[in-house]
């Protein structure tokens, strides 16, 4: 165990967002669901977190082709050696795609993007119109099909006025669409968007309307706050809760990763 | 039969002005060396194929190479934005580019459908995204056996494709391992093809995970050490992460990348003539 000093015990509002990831995917892994397809970034950064904490710990699936990844410290890319050289298997890119996610073998899918809207799509595309955009954003990469077959979705973004819209600028991912009915009226096989984890608290899909609703909120947040920094009219939850602190355990665990990297 | 050639001689012989090319590489053997050389030859007019545009290909759509891209992903992983690929999408500098945009299953499965001889590939893709009213190379099927939906994307077939790989044997058979993306792929099912190696050894030994790409459908291999740095070739160098945090920097701005490529490539001759002129040591590896 690290000696941790006051000031790596100040907890940023990224540790929060990847320590709540983490907790999710433990229990998660603990319900048998554990085949986790991740990104860079938060994502991997709270995958592998959860790798150093939970038993049964989650499987690593990153789209560069690296099953079973076991990094000792964080990659800083998908294509980062010590993925593969970790892994308990690496595939090409077509296998990854077509035999790992499309045939239904992935458990977690994380995304996030430049606009989440209130029924889960996710716009990694472009800001403005297409033809003319005010900003062209990377996007697709894998996560369409992610979106699309995953067992469930994860997604994870700081809460604010602009990325949180009501409509998306383009839909690069599908969440719930216009809502209810819209993903099994395409035959989409996975569950589609089961949380998103933000700096403010957790958002999750009502399950008769489909839209994203704040069911958790970070200690010191504040109902106002969450609607504040959301671009449509944000219910808060009858019951909402408060996330339980991070743990000394949990942020320990994370310094220690990261000072590993 | 595969030929050893420099560099050079091969990017004049197979990618001419107006050529569809492929350089693949997923993070991983990414063929640097390679775009730098189509830059120095004044290449124009390339319809340019890659799942991940990220620095090789923000180079030529700066440079001016390039009238029209098919890809996936476009940005400089790990670090953020792609500014010439941006600048190119949003201000048409320094020419307008035509876009042709995909999903990462989609473009696999174009590859491997280019790779296989069939007109098309099949997946489960692209359903409820905007990206289908975007381009008319997404269309919906209906399997001829159940007659559930799905969705065809046209195979690629480009005129040459371009990896990089760790070695090949003097008879041009080439070998790699590591994170293999999708390059087996796309050299088969392109018309021609250029490998840059690390290394051309007598004999090649079997490597675990490894594969490798049979001489008589490989068109050119040249001998371009460390040349998918900043990428990188899994056991003969490192992933050069501060060069791709200090391409952001560079790309930022018309002037400064200008400037960077007059230096830096159209100013160089070859990769090792550019590699010290922007101060990286250039081999890891005894090759003679």
Excluded at chain 1, 35 to 64: D, K, M, Q
Aim: glycine share 10%.
């Amino acid at each position: 165990m690290v000696n941790v000093t006051p000031s790596a015990n100040t907890i940023s509002t990224d540790d929060l967002m990847i320590v709540n990831a983490a907790r999710v995917l433990g229990t998660l892994a603990a319900a048998g669901k554990a085949a986790c397809f991740v990104g860079i970034g938060l994502p991997s950064t709270a995958a592998n977190l959860a790798r150093r904490l939970y038993s049964p710990e989650p499987v690593l699936i990153y789209e560069s082709g690296c099953i079973g990844s076991k990094p000792t410290r964080l990659p800083l890319s998908i294509g980062d050696g010590e993925l593969a050289d970790t892994s308990d298997s690496v595939v090409s890119v077509p296998e990854i795609f077509s035999y790992w996610l499309q045939a239904g073998r992935i458990d977690v899918g994380f995304l996030g993007g430049a606009q989440l809207d209130k029924f889960g799509n996710i716009n990694s595309t472009v800001i403005g119109s297409y033809g003319k955009p005010k900003t062209r954003l990377p996007g697709a990469g894998g996560a369409p099909e992610i979106a699309a077959t995953a067992g469930q979705v994860i997604v994870i973004m700081r809460q604010t006025k602009r990325a949180f819209v009501d409509r998306c600028d383009f839909r690069t991912s599908f969440g719930f669409g216009d809502g209810p009915g819209h993903r099994e009226r395409l035959g989409l096989r996975g569950g589609g968007p089961k949380l998103v984890i933000t700096d403010l608290g957790v958002l999750e899909p009502d399950p008769e309307t489909c839209e994203l609703v704040q069911t958790q909120m970070h200690r010191g947040v504040t109902a106002e706050q969450c609607v504040e920094n959301t671009g449509w009219k944000l219910r808060i939850a009858k019951n909402v809760f408060t996330t339980d602190a991070v743990s000394d355990r949990e942020i320990n665990a994370l310094r220690e990763l990261q000072s590993a990297t | 039969m595969a030929e050893i050639l420099e560099l050079k001689e091969a990017i004049a012989r197979y990618v001419k002005d107006g050529s569809t090319i492929a350089m693949e590489g997923f993070t991983h053997l990414i063929p640097h060396a390679a775009g730098h050389e189509i830059i120095r030859q004044g290449r124009r007019n390339l319809h340019a194929i890659r799942m991940t545009p990220d620095m090789v290909y923000d180079q030529l759509i700066g440079a001016g190479c390039v009238s029209k891209l098919t890809f996936s992903w476009g940005g400089n992983p790990g670090v953020g934005s792609l500014h010439r690929f941006r600048d190119a999408v949003e201000n048409n500098w320094p020419h307008q580019i035509e876009i042709e945009e995909h999903s990462h299953a989609g473009m696999a499965a174009r590859y491997v459908a280019g790779a296989s001889g069939l007109p098309f590939g099949v997946l489960r893709g692209y359903v409820g995204t905007d990206l289908v009213d975007q381009t008319s190379s997404i269309k919906t099927i209906s399997c001829p056996f159940t007659d559930e939906e799905l969705t065809a994307v046209p195979a690629l077939n480009p005129d040459v494709t371009i990896i990089h790989a760790q070695r090949a044997d003097r008879e041009g058979n080439v070998q790699l391992w590591g994170l293999l993306g999708v390059q087996r792929e796309a050299v088969l099912a392109a018309k021609s093809s250029i490998v840059t190696v690390e290394e051309i050894v007598d004999k090649l030994t079997p490597v675990s995970g490894g594969v490798v790409i049979p001489s008589w459908v490989v068109s050119a291999v040249c001998l371009v050490s460390n040349g998918a740095h900043p990428s990188y070739a899994s056991g003969y160098s490192q992933r050069d992460n501060s060069f791709y945090k200090s391409w952001d920097d560079i790309a930022k701005d018309r002037e400064s990348f200008t400037e960077w490529v007059k230096n830096h490539i159209s100013g160089t001759t070859d990769f090792d003539s550019f590699s010290r002129s922007v101060g990286i040591s250039a081999l890891v590896s005894a090759n003679g």
